[in-house]
């Protein structure tokens, strides 16, 4: 079991729906193969535990399961809240965060400046310019000067914008990542804790993409997009591929 823990990550005996099948996993856990792993990789001693109980969270926040652990012999509850992540391409992306600039601006107090030029990259303000695309700007499109104040009030923020859009913040931040394969056949998950996840997608340089959006190590910043043309296609989001916890 010390290489199931140190891995994290094993073959599911059953399929993964939706993050109601991982709660209702736990709540068998007696039963359940899966869920008894995930237990033994967060650290616990099976015969040890009195009663699991796994709640699903609703949207708006990090969790999205979260799993009470009674231990009989110290006379303790345990909160385990867990991020899901349910993949089908092992080389797809997925969101991992999405607000207007008016949210992301009350989170994270930039001034103005910051404020006007996420605006005209999410395209909420159109450009003054002509651009590739004429409802919004690319950042390879914005001067160098306002290159160089956007990514310095990033790298200066770095940690907090890494933690809200991974982590979170109470009463549910995420303690943990599962991500599952919901795909018929060879379906695996890798459970592994929230630090070791923001440690990984954060290892990287903070550089403009080809395509004129941005990378804060390994996770991508950009212009919501699609929606018909809806508004909401102005918000920005942060998107990750959960399937590289696969193999660390």
């Known amino acids: 079991m010390t290489d199931l823990v ?3 990550s094993e073959t599911a005996k059953n399929g993964f729906k939706n993050e109601k099948d991982i709660s209702n996993k736990f709540n068998l856990w007696k039963q359940d193969k899966d869920a008894q792993k995930w237990l ?19 949207t708006g926040h990090k ?3 979260q799993v009470l652990v009674y ?3 110290k006379d ?9 992540k349910l993949v089908s391409n092992l080389k797809g992306f997925n969101q991992i965060d999405k607000r207007w600039i008016k949210k992301y601006k009350e989170l994270w107090n930039f001034n103005s400046k910051i404020e006007q030029l996420l605006k005209h990259f999410t395209g909420e303000i159109k450009p003054k310019i002509i651009t590739r695309d004429k409802r919004r700007m690319f950042l390879d499109e914005f001067t160098s000067n306002d290159q160089n104040s956007l990514i310095e009030w990033i790298e200066k923020n770095r940690l907090l914008i890494v933690s809200d859009t991974l982590k979170g913040r109470e009463p549910y931040s995420a303690s943990w990542m599962l991500v ?4 018929q056949d060879n379906q695996k998950w890798v459970l592994k804790p929230i630090n070791v996840v923001m440690n990984h997608f954060n290892d990287g340089c903070i550089e403009i ?14 212009r919501k997009g699609g929606d018909g043309g809806r508004p909401s296609a102005n918000m920005l989001q942060f998107k990750i591929n959960p399937a590289e916890l696969f193999e660390l």
């Open 6 to 8: 140190k891995r994290g």
């Open 40 to 58: 033994n990789v967060m650290g616990y001693t099976l015969k040890n535990i009195d009663k699991v109980k796994a709640i699903t969270i609703g």
């Open 63 to 65: 969790t999205d399961v």
């Open 71 to 73: 231990i009989e012999t």
């Open 76 to 84: 303790k509850v345990d909160v385990q809240n867990i991020s899901i």
């Open 180 to 183: 599952a394969q919901k795909i």
């Open 209 to 222: 993409t080809p395509r004129g959006s941005l990378k804060i190590g390994r996770i991508t910043m950009q």
